[in-house]
Structure formats: C-alpha cells, structure tokens
C-alpha cells in the first residue's frame, strides 16, 4: 500500500457564451510524482532561490500572473521533476443541450468525472490512499455545490479498492496545485492561441491528454 498524492487543477471559465475573456474549452488536469518528496523539497528550494535574487514570492508561482523570466525556471524545474501530466478539455461548444441547460456545475463535474475516471486507476493500485488535493473555488455557496460534486466524483464513484481522500487547500499554500497551473497554462493557450512557447516543457510529461468532446 502507498499514498499517493493527485494535484489538481481546472482552466477556462464554465459559461457558454461568446465574450471577451472567454474560452472555447473547459480543462481539468492532474499532476501525480514519482518522488513526492523530492518534488516538494525542490519546489521550495526554488522559491528561496527566487527571493535569493531578489523576487519575492509570498503567495507562491502562478503561471498567469507570473514574469516570462519567472515561468522559464519554473518551467525547466517541472520538467526536471518529471511528474505525470493528464489532462481533460471539453470543447463547450460542442455540449449537448441538456448539459448547457444543466448550468455551469453540471459542466464542471462532468468534466471531473470523465477525468478521475481515467485517471485515478492509472496512478494509484488496489489498496493505495490517493489524496485528492484541489484548490478552493468560488463563493460560499458555489465552493459548496463544486465540492459536493468533486465528492460525488471522486469519492462516491471514485476507483474500487482505492481510499480517496479530497484535500480543498489554497493555491497559494501548495506548490502542488502550482505546479497543476502552470501545466494547465500552458496546454490551454496551445489551443487557444495555437501555440505556447512552453508546451515543449509539458507534452514529454503528459500521460494522457483526452478530448471526449473533440478538438
């Protein structure tokens, strides 16, 4: 038996419609270690390097917010960590329109379930303790809806034989779920922008990248 740690993260917005700002995907994407341990050791150490040459990171890495220079370190120390990348994008404008009708947590969730049930057994074996980490989201009341249906996915029909445990944790608090974004980054503007200079970083690493709606 083994923990094992899943870091979790989503990309694009939930709504439908055409705006500035919007996306033609919604992603989910998980990030799972060889060497846990190891990973986080370096995580840190990379940040005190950072603030060793005079960048402070209070609130941690985030890809968007994030300098090119910034991202570039960022970027070769995933690479060297190595970790399992597998990431899910739905093509909203190819829902059916009883999901649109359903709303945005319906979307949400069905994007997780098509995931985890992808993924969780690839990651972990019968008999394991796989920690779910993912970042709180939204208001009171929508944290709620989103972490009632993560449960539902993950725990209620999550893989036989696997204990599964949801950690709801801060971005800013794991480098984990940093980690998580900046791969999402990256994969979300190969699609929408056509290319991303840091992609080579991250495609090695994937280990599946589905697209059950079509690309």
């Known amino acids: 038996m083994a923990d094992v740690f899943m870091y979790a993260d989503e990309t694009g917005n939930l709504d439908y419609e055409d705006h500035d700002g919007s996306s033609q995907y919604f992603g989910v994407g998980t990030v799972v270690f060889a060497s846990h341990a190891l990973a986080i050791v370096k995580g840190e150490q990379l940040r005190a390097e950072v603030a060793a040459d005079g960048t402070s990171l209070p609130k941690g890495f985030h890809a968007k917010n994030d300098s090119y220079g910034l991202r570039k370190r960022v970027y070769a120390t995933v690479s060297e960590l190595a970790p399992r990348v597998d990431a899910t994008f739905l093509r909203k404008s190819n829902a059916y329109s009883h999901v649109r009708e359903a709303g945005q947590v319906r979307l949400f969730k069905l994007a997780w ?6 993924v969780a057994s690839l990651v972990c074996q019968p008999g394991d303790r796989l920690f779910v980490v993912v970042a709180t989201l939204g208001t009171k009341r929508r944290k709620s809806e989103f972490e009632a249906a993560l449960h539902d996915v993950c725990v209620t029909q999550g893989p036989p034989q696997r204990h599964v445990v949801l950690c709801h944790w801060n971005c800013e608090t ?11 980054w990256s994969l979300q503007r ?12 991250i495609e090695p690493l994937l ?6 709606w079509a690309r």
């Open 113 to 118: 379930f098509l995931h985890f049930r992808t």
């Open 207 to 212: 280990g599946s990248w589905n697209f059950p």
């Open 174 to 184: 794991s480098w984990g779920l940093q980690i998580a974004d900046y791969a999402l």
């Open 190 to 201: 190969s699609l929408e922008k056509g290319k991303d200079d840091f992609l080579p970083y």
